[in-house]
């Protein structure tokens, strides 16, 4: 799994590096026609469903290494860590706060829905990059690009000090992009699963888990916040996290629940106890 992390992070820089080019040579309108959002909004819906099928199939890929701003949060992230290394660089599991991410998610289609552009250009996280990118290239002319960047400007702060703390937390908690798919991913064909007859309860995954959706003392993965970053199975010393399609269940029978059986069932049921004969009264002092 080392593997497969290294691979999704140079993807994912690859992929920020070249839609930081393109942005920057005022090609952004070509990168949004593939991003999530921006096919909604537009109503092209062509990579919307795109990324709904991969969802569906591979979990939140998108979030992992297209979004802009995800990896824009890992390496914010990194960097937090490796300067906090005495411990408190490590994650913990954080149960979902669903409320606040179907407010969001609410909010975002109402603006949608009333053509309020600047509202869901504030939700969309490819088009706060975007806006900031376009505004340090090009000089702003008029006051709605201005506005546009002052948006964008508050929103990538907020999203840099949430990741600088807590790793992937607007993804999670914010993000409407990332609830959105995060309701198709609850249900994936392939997902991250931790096979407790294996796990060693060392915590190690929970601890590398910036979308603090591992339990490690449960053995499980809230699989609607999980971004695919593979960190957690790269760090499992006893290979327990597996990428598959089942979920493993313990094969130790004393941790498994029987079916209970009905009350003929029981009476008719032979027993597997078999009692020593009664001695007689006496026999103990002959």
């Known amino acids: 799994m080392k593997i497969v992390k290294t691979a999704r992070v140079w993807l994912s820089v690859a992929i920020l590096l070249l839609t930081t080019v393109l942005v920057g040579l005022n090609m952004g309108s070509v990168v ?6 921006t096919s909604l909004v537009a109503m092209t819906l062509g990579a919307c469903l795109f990324w709904l099928g991969v969802t569906l199939l591979l979990g939140r890929v998108y979030c992992s290494s297209v979004c802009p701003l995800g990896t824009v949060q890992d390496a914010v992230a990194w960097l937090s860590k490796r300067l ?9 599991f954080v149960p979902a706060d669903n409320r606040l991410r179907y407010l969001v998610l609410l909010l975002m289609a109402v603006s949608v829905t009333d053509d309020n552009r600047y509202v869901a250009s504030l939700s969309d996280p490819f088009m706060v990059f975007r806006n900031v990118i376009d505004y340090l290239c090009f000089i702003p002319q008029g006051l709605q690009m201005f506005l546009g960047f002052v948006g964008a400007a508050v929103v990538m702060a907020a999203v840099t000090f949430l990741a600088w703390r807590g790793g992937r937390t607007f993804c999670n908690t914010v993000c409407p992009v990332g609830t959105a798919l995060g309701m198709v991913s609850r249900v994936s ?25 591992v339990c490690s003392t449960e053995h499980t993965i809230d699989g609607s916040r999980c971004v695919m970053c593979a960190n957690c199975a790269a760090a499992c010393p006893a290979q327990a996290i597996k990428f598959t399609s089942s979920r493993k ?12 059986l009905g009350a003929q069932a029981r009476v008719s049921a032979p027993s597997s106890v078999v009692c020593p004969p009664r001695r007689k009264t006496g026999e103990g002092n002959q």
């Open 32 to 37: 949004a026609q593939f991003q999530f959002m």
């Open 84 to 92: 906090h290394s005495h411990g408190r660089g490590t994650y913990r």
């Open 189 to 213: 064909v392939f997902h991250f699963e931790i096979d407790p007859d294996l796990c060693i309860n060392c915590g190690r995954c929970e601890q590398e888990c910036k979308a603090a959706c």
């Open 249 to 260: 269940r313990l094969s130790t029978p004393l941790m498994q629940k029987i079916p209970q």
